[in-house]
Nanobody, 124 residues
């Protein structure tokens, strides 16, 4: 098991940038694939980005491809989500999630560990 704590959310104007962090507890962080998801008010949770643990490959939702970058620092037990060119439609609570599988999962139900979320608000 790994415990996750997100940070870095806030209020930003459209076109701006934010970097979210997800700090993980435990010694086995490097063997977890990580994902970022988001949930806007009144909408279902949606996949944003993922990074696996073996070759650090990444995968993105079409809506954020080219604007967001997921990365990880195993020495710091942290995964990041750099968000650039933010749009009002990016407004949501952002969650990080972890899975022991060495692959990407778009389905959040396949992640066994979740953080509490961090709010991102993008004003127009």
């Amino acid at each position: 098991q790994v415990q996750l704590v997100e940070s870095g959310g806030g209020l930003v104007q459209a076109g701006g940038s934010l970097r979210l962090s997800c700090a993980a507890s435990g010694r086995t962080f490097s063997s977890y694939s990580m994902g970022w998801f988001r949930q806007a008010p009144g909408k279902e949770r949606e996949f944003v980005a993922a990074i696996n643990w073996s070759d650090v490959s990444t995968y993105y939702a079409d809506s954020v491809e080219g604007r967001f970058t997921i990365s990880r620092d195993n020495a710091k037990n942290t995964v990041y989500l750099q968000m650039n060119s933010l749009k009002p439609e990016d407004t949501a609570v952002y969650y990080c999630a972890a899975t022991r599988a060495n692959r990407f999962y778009i389905d959040g139900n396949l992640y066994g560990n979740w953080g509490q979320g961090t709010q991102v608000i993008v004003s127009s």
